[in-house]
């Protein structure tokens, strides 16, 4: 089975998460997309999340609180920004695209400091907005995305001075 590395990016701010309307699936998802050859996925979720919909963000560092951090000197490898989970997601096959799957990365994010929260339909026909957790049954919302979601809100909410997007 053949495998690619995707992203996706559930932005909080005020107590709402980012999603934008996939036209090709037809609902409501966050902003994410392919990682590209040589790009590190935390980088393609700053990057997709830009593309789709104009919003600069950074990315939250998820790694559990059991892990303990050592400084990195040179030489030592640096560490990612964790994401909250990593899902296997089966994708169909459809005419030039035999059928495969996604590794997909998912991250929570806050806009970055001093950026525009406007978000802007960047690629036309995604709608992109902000949506708390009373209008995600109304969106549809699967409870998968749901549960990232709210697991977004959370972790931004818990420590919102932590450091993020950085190469610790």
Same mark, same amino acid.
């Given at each position: 089975?053949?495998?690619?590395?995707?992203? &996706?990016?559930?932005?909080?701010?005020?107590?709402?998460?980012? $999603?934008?309307?996939?036209?090709?699936?037809?609902?409501?998802?966050?902003?994410?997309?392919?990682?590209?050859? =040589?790009? $590190?996925?935390?980088? &393609?979720?700053?990057?997709?999340?830009?593309?789709?919909?104009?919003? %600069?963000?950074?990315?939250?560092?998820?790694?559990?609180?059991?892990? +303990?951090?050592? !400084?990195?000197?040179?030489?030592?490898? !640096?560490?990612?920004?964790? !994401?909250?989970?990593?899902?296997?997601?089966?994708?169909?096959? +459809?005419?030039?695209?035999?059928?495969? %799957?996604?590794? =997909?990365?998912?991250?929570?994010?806050?806009?970055?400091?001093?950026? =525009?929260? #406007?978000?802007? =339909?960047?690629?036309?026909?995604?709608?992109?907005?902000?949506?708390?957790?009373?209008?995600? #049954?109304?969106?549809?919302?699967?409870?998968?995305?749901? #549960?990232?979601?709210?697991?977004?809100?959370? $972790?931004?909410?818990?420590?919102? %001075?932590?450091?993020?997007?950085?190469?610790?």
């Amino acid at each position: 089975m053949r495998r690619e590395y995707a992203v &996706a990016v559930l932005v909080a701010h005020e107590g709402a998460v980012l $999603l934008h309307f996939h036209q090709k699936l037809g609902r409501w998802l966050p902003p994410g997309g392919h990682v590209d050859a =040589d790009e $590190l996925p935390d980088a &393609a979720a700053v990057r997709e999340t830009l593309e789709e919909t104009g919003v %600069q963000v950074v990315i939250v560092d998820a790694v559990t609180a059991l892990y +303990r951090d050592v !400084p990195r000197p040179g030489g030592v490898p !640096p560490r990612l920004p964790g !994401p909250i989970g990593i899902q296997l997601e089966d994708i169909p096959g +459809r005419p030039g695209n035999p059928a495969h %799957q996604h590794v =997909d990365f998912v991250y929570a994010a806050r806009v970055a400091p001093g950026a =525009d929260a #406007s978000p802007r =339909d960047v690629e036309g026909g995604g709608r992109p907005g902000w949506f708390g957790p009373s209008e995600w #049954s109304d969106l549809g919302l699967t409870p998968e995305v749901a #549960s990232w979601a709210e697991a977004a809100l959370r $972790l931004c909410a818990t420590d919102p %001075q932590a450091p993020s997007g950085e190469r610790l």
